[in-house]
């Protein structure tokens, strides 16, 4: 089945939008027995990481459940798209078993073995290519892993003692908590201005590029970790298997193509507004909308201040993310990295297709940028791959395919993987993670660890639905009880 996301050019059939995906859902599953005055036991808003775990979790433990999502498929912010048998990833792609949350998922749906590294070595073309601010040369992939985890690390000693011990450990933000307030000052273009002096012109081209593209978590962590594994079945077939898990339950209601505009809390009922004018009633809400997209729904009450600071000044990465088919299999172990760039700063080889032509993942800044491009603009994509290219070889390959989803233009992404401002953390994080009454609030923008990745996600999902079982198992529990010697109750 096509959703309506995303789209593909090829020479013959140009830019078409819409692409195959096995993560679209038929609109709606309803509760049968659900009138105007059913109230679920919880609503989860969103069809992401966050809400297919928070949902999952919910339903396995008994929860009569209600899945809103706006879009025609699961996924969220991740999915694959699947054409003539390749599948190409369009949003969060690599997962590691060092991602303890989302290995646990992959796991328990026997996908453990279901891996493709990324640039596998041994083609034509076995080497990086490095352009910095007009030059260029062409190194080893170990020489690319010695530059970036060189600089690198030394973007992340904030402290001159690469974190050993204001840092020790990964999912906890209230560790040393005047220095995380200090840190959390800084952008990532003010770390760069106090040690681009210790750099070159190539290596400070080098962090641009990985400061723009990722956001690593570990000195080579660009290779190690985040852009070395992912699903041979694709992230959409995950979706599918958490997804399918809470259907069988048999207590799993879902309306897909139904986007949230209002959500009312009144009286110990949660009331959800669609856009359409449907309201769904429910004990608890969890909403596990991105940053970005919080402020386009109302809140009755309305959310506090600080939760309402913290939507409007949102996620600032707005880059962009395409893959391009390049005719024949010479590219699948070339990989570039370069600055300023021509709308791309990053490019590697990323396996064969079904034709053995080189599938290759590309990054850029923000299109509204003096660096970006639009997506729509074909011809601008053929300019920034060439850029990347050895120059030699740039004006010989052949474009066989084109695909993209356009993340900054989506209402319900508002831009890509979350990097936050400064002092966003000091002064949101804990008010994003509190709940608003009876509504509570999951999303990889603002988990513990892994921020912005796959795997806060899922973390977040688990924990919000931890929170509801909690909180409704309470509630219950404190319910008055009558003496059943008076007849009353238990007679």
Not at 384 to 399: G, I, R
Not at 427 to 439: D, E, F, I, T
């Amino acid at each position: 089945m096509y959703t309506t996301d995303g789209a593909t050019w090829t020479q013959s059939a140009g830019l078409r939008k819409g692409l195959p995906t096995i993560g679209v859902v038929e609109p709606a599953k309803l509760n049968t027995d659900a009138g105007d005055d059913y109230v679920y036991d919880a609503i989860v808003i969103g069809a992401g990481y966050a809400g297919l775990t928070a949902t999952r979790d919910l339903t396995t433990q008994g929860k009569k459940t209600l899945l809103l999502e706006g879009r025609d498929r699961l996924g969220g912010r991740t999915w694959h798209a699947t054409i003539n048998g390749f599948n190409y990833e369009m949003g969060g792609t690599w997962v590691h078993w060092h991602m303890p949350h989302i290995y646990r998922e992959i796991s328990l749906y026997g996908l453990q073995d279901d891996w493709i590294v990324t640039q596998i070595p041994g083609s034509k073309e076995d080497y990086t290519t490095l352009t910095s601010y007009g030059e260029q040369r062409n190194i080893s992939h170990a020489e690319e892993a010695d530059i970036v985890g060189r600089v690198w690390r030394l973007f992340c000693n904030v402290d001159g003692d690469d974190l050993r011990h204001t840092w020790k450990y990964a999912f906890g933000t209230d560790q040393s908590p005047d220095l995380m307030a200090e840190w959390d000052k800084l952008s990532c273009q003010d770390r760069l201005d106090q040690v681009k002096r210790r750099l070159s012109v190539e290596d400070l081209a080098v962090l641009e590029a990985v400061v723009l593209q990722m956001g690593s978590h570990t000195p080579t962590g660009l290779n190690d970790i985040a852009l070395h594994t992912r699903l041979r079945s694709g992230q959409s077939k995950l979706h599918r298997c958490m997804f399918e898990h809470a259907v069988s339950t048999g207590n799993l209601s879902y309306s897909f193509q139904t986007p949230v505009v209002r959500i009312e809390d009144a009286n110990g009922i949660v009331t959800v507004v669609a856009r359409d004018g449907t309201s769904y009633r429910a004990k608890s809400v969890i909403a596990t909308v991105p940053l970005n997209v919080l402020s386009s729904i109302e809140f009755s009450p309305p959310l506090p201040q600080e939760k309402q600071a913290a939507a409007a000044e949102g996620s600032v990465n707005k880059c962009n993310k395409l893959h391009v088919d390049l005719n024949g299999p010479d590219w699948l172990s070339w990989g570039s990295l370069g600055a300023p760039g021509k709308g791309l700063i990053a490019l590697f080889g990323d396996g064969l297709t079904a034709a053995d032509n080189s599938h290759l993942v590309g990054f850029g800044p923000d299109p509204n940028t003096e660096r970006g491009m639009q997506l729509d603009d074909i011809e601008a994509i053929k300019v920034a791959v060439k850029d990347l290219l050895p120059k030699d070889k740039a004006e010989e390959v052949v474009f066989n395919r084109i695909v993209y989803h356009d993340w900054n233009a989506d209402e319900f992404a508002k831009g890509t993987w979350c990097y936050l401002p400064p002092n966003f953390i000091t002064k949101y994080l804990s008010a994003l993670q509190r709940p608003h009454g009876n509504v509570i609030f999951a999303s990889g923008d603002f988990s513990d660890g892994w921020r912005g990745w796959i795997d806060g996600a899922v973390q977040a999902g688990m924990q919000t639905a931890k929170q509801v079982i909690d909180l409704q198992s309470k509630q219950q529990k404190v319910l008055p009880k009558v003496n059943a010697a008076n007849g009353v109750n238990g007679a």
